[in-house]
């Protein structure tokens, strides 16, 4: 089993329309959580963090941590074109950053 | 301007003949990593270094050796690439204190050995 699991995607959706992004996450002693997006021929940038369970927002975009589950989310309100790109999560294990496989996100005009 | 830098971002190479990807920090970061994307598999970390003379296997080290002679430089070496290691290749460096959890990462090397 992959410590971080990402669906792929790829993931379609019309402009304006509200993108959920999700991961699980096997081991309950990960406390920080990222969001990098990482737009095509880039390296991945850092979107957002949470540090232990709840809800973090900047801007259209809410990163969430649900412990008990062991789900990490990403929503993204008002999408636009521009937020085309792959999304990755990740967590901290130690000072090593496990990655999921990141979901290719297109955003359609 | 912080930044990751790699040289270089292309590179179509035959197998057996040694190559190095080189890669520099000006954030003065401890911890510096390299890492390969494969499409369904992620970033996928090769090796990483604590501090100078510091360095230490990843998850799929086979193949590679580094080398951290410098705090800001961090090679990649392949002494004999295979096709199997045909990827997408990402230098990436990170304070270790502070935000210690944001990685930066450089804009990437797309090696493709015949």
């Known amino acids: 089993q992959k410590e971080v699991e990402q669906d792929p995607g790829p993931l379609s959706v019309p402009e304006g329309a509200i993108v959920s992004l999700n991961c699980t996450y096997s081991?309950?002693?990960?406390?920080?959580f990222m969001w990098y997006r990482q737009y095509s021929r880039k390296g991945p940038e850092l979107l957002m963090y949470t540090y232990s369970s709840g809800n973090k927002e900047d801007g259209r975009f809410t990163a969430q941590v649900d412990k008990s589950s062991k789900y990490i989310s990403l929503f993204i309100r008002d999408s636009q074109p521009s937020d085309s790109a792959t999304y990755l999560c990740?967590?901290?294990?130690?000072?090593?950053?496990?990655f999921g496989a990141g979901t290719r996100l297109f955003v359609k005009a | 301007e912080a930044q990751v830098t790699q040289n270089p971002r292309y590179l179509i190479t035959v197998t057996g003949k040694k190559l190095t990807v080189t890669c520099s920090q000006n954030?003065?970061?401890?911890?510096m990593s390299w890492y390969r994307q494969d499409p369904g598999l992620g970033l996928r970390q090769i090796y990483y270094s604590m501090n100078v003379e510091v360095t230490d296997k990843g998850d799929v080290p086979e193949g590679y050796k580094v080398s951290r002679k410098e705090k800001r430089n961090f090679p990649l070496i392949l002494e004999s690439p295979s096709p199997n290691q045909t990827s997408l290749y990402f230098c990436?460096?990170?304070?270790?204190?502070?935000?210690?959890?944001?990685?930066?990462f450089g804009p990437g090397t797309r090696l493709t050995v015949t």
């Open positions: 954030m003065n970061h401890e911890y």
């Open positions: 990740a967590t901290l294990g130690g000072f090593k950053t496990i």
């Open positions: 081991n309950s002693a990960f406390q920080y």
């Open positions: 990436a460096s990170r304070d270790t204190s502070g935000s210690y959890y944001e990685q930066y």
